[in-house]
């Protein structure tokens, strides 16, 4: 997320279709090195598998436990699905933005190598300078962004650069499902935060080291495994050995197959020609918070904004 447009198939295009998540990958003529290209998308894809699988168990016991009143049994369904378009609150723009945005959206495609409507450029409400892909074909920018650049807060090159940012992350493979991934998953990341919040408020929150609380719990769930296992209760220690590395594991490999997308839109973006504006994009727009400890940065899904600095400015030399 860093980019994105909206002239596309013109303002009478309505919101974006769930639809757009099958959709194919633009074909550029530009590509990002293929060791990123193969492994980004496919990262997060895995991460969000197991929490797919436990939103579509919480969604079901919700069914299950209002069967009694018909009325609301296929609601937990119902908010499932609408989260979807919740997720995407993209809209067409409108005439002026069309025009505004339509010289930067055809000077990227003509230098990514991509056919004029190939993808769909959208606005997204946002009161931060930001862009946004979804999908195989979709990109969106902020409001923010393009009453920055009507107002000439930002020149065209940095627009377009945004939008060459994300036009990167369309073609990393795998990336065109993450938008449905993301949707599926909602229901058990909903529920995990929340029971973790309790926990963390009854081990004391913060006047406690996250690290104690960290290593408690973990020697806490090994002795639990570890009895389980002594007494041959293997169906209950195998599932609670599986949860414990999917709430370890998850997490990280997401955060990792999120740097990874990063770096290869930044790559695209900088073989499009558009690295050293990207560079100042990054350095003075777009907010990116620098995380805290080696937890944070190994949770962190964006690459320091300081190397992506570094790699835009000394790409190609």
Request: glycine share 12%; net charge positive; aromatic share 6%.
């Amino acid at each position: 997320m860093l980019g994105g447009e909206g002239a596309g198939h013109g303002p009478c295009v309505g919101v974006v279709s769930v639809v757009a998540v099958l959709e194919s990958n633009p074909r550029a003529a530009v590509q990002v090195p293929p060791g990123v290209r193969r492994s980004a998308g496919w990262w997060r894809l895995a991460a969000a598998g197991p929490a797919v699988a436990g939103s579509a168990v919480l969604v079901l016991i919700a069914c299950a436990l209002l069967a009694d009143y018909p009325a609301a049994a296929f609601a937990p369904l119902a908010l499932w699905a609408g989260r979807a378009a919740a997720a995407l609150s993209f809209r067409a723009p409108r005439r002026d933005q069309a025009a505004l945005l339509g010289p930067a959206v055809a000077r990227v495609l003509a230098a990514a190598g991509v056919k004029p409507g190939w993808v769909d450029f959208y606005v997204r409400p946002g009161r931060q300078v930001n862009t946004f892909a979804a999908g195989g074909r979709s990109v969106a920018i902020s409001e923010r962004a393009v009453k920055d650049f009507a107002a000439r807060r930002h020149s065209q090159v940095v627009i377009e650069a945004l939008l060459a940012h994300e036009l990167g992350h369309l073609t990393v493979p795998g990336s065109r499902f993450g938008v449905a991934a993301m949707w599926l998953a909602w229901p058990w990341r909903a529920v995990s935060r929340l029971v973790l919040g309790v926990c963390w408020g009854i081990a004391g929150g913060r006047r406690q080291s996250g690290r104690l609380v960290g290593l408690v719990a973990g020697a806490g769930v090994v002795i639990a495994v570890v009895q389980m296992l002594g007494q041959q209760q293997w169906p209950g220690a195998v599932c609670l050995a599986a949860l414990a590395v999917c709430a370890i594991g998850s997490p990280l490999l997401a955060a990792a197959g999120g740097r990874a997308g990063e770096s290869a839109a930044d790559a695209f973006a900088a073989a499009c020609g558009y690295g050293p504006a990207l560079a100042r994009a990054l350095a003075n727009i777009v907010p990116d918070p620098a995380p805290v400890g080696w937890v944070g940065r190994l949770l962190a899904d964006h690459p320091d904004t300081g190397l992506r600095i570094h790699d835009l400015t000394t790409a190609g030399r």
